[in-house]
């Protein structure tokens, strides 16, 4: 069974027919061909690679029905940066070589821009808590927490 459902993507409307069972994962990769939300975990809500914000708040896209996200606001990680400025956490992930691979980092920018606005000043801890639920295969994880510090200390 199809449904047309209305979501706004990065400020773009998209209006479609959907099977009612396409996860907001696939949409957003598939029918608006944003690839920069990764799948890590084959749909499991483990790995947080998909993490979008559905009206400002960071979720994992895997765990969400296309249809449920009718008339919210997504971002993915291509709507972070405006008029080619990238985000403070942004420059901050290339200052301090926050990634290897990268197949893990969207997910992350998209938790942690979330996380420093509500956390204007985290802790070490607060940012290792605030990440359990994006793995990274590659980093051990101290430069990111650095990225994530630093980059709220300067949003501040
Ligand atoms: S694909 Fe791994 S949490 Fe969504
Ligand atoms: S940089 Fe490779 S999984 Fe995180």
Do not use: W
Request: hydrophobic letters at 35%.
């Amino acid at each position: 069974m199809n449904t047309t459902v209305k979501i706004s993507i990065n400020g773009e409307p998209y209006e479609e027919n959907i099977p009612n069972r396409m996860l907001l994962v696939d949409f957003i990769r598939e029918v608006a061909m944003l690839t920069g939300t990764h799948v890590g975990c084959t749909y499991e809500g483990v790995c947080g690679a998909c993490t979008i914000q559905l009206d400002g708040e960071a979720m994992k896209s895997c765990l969400m029905l296309a249809v449920q996200a009718e008339g919210h606001e997504i971002t993915t990680v291509e709507g972070l940066a405006k008029d080619g400025e990238l985000t403070p956490l942004q420059k901050s992930f290339n200052e301090h070589h926050a990634l290897q691979c990268g197949y893990c980092t969207p997910g992350i920018l998209m938790n942690m821009d979330e996380f420093i606005k509500k956390n204007p000043n985290p802790t070490e801890a607060e940012i290792r808590h605030g990440l359990v639920g994006n793995l990274c295969r590659c980093t051990g994880y101290a430069h990111i927490v650095e990225a994530v510090k630093d980059a709220a200390e300067k949003s501040a």
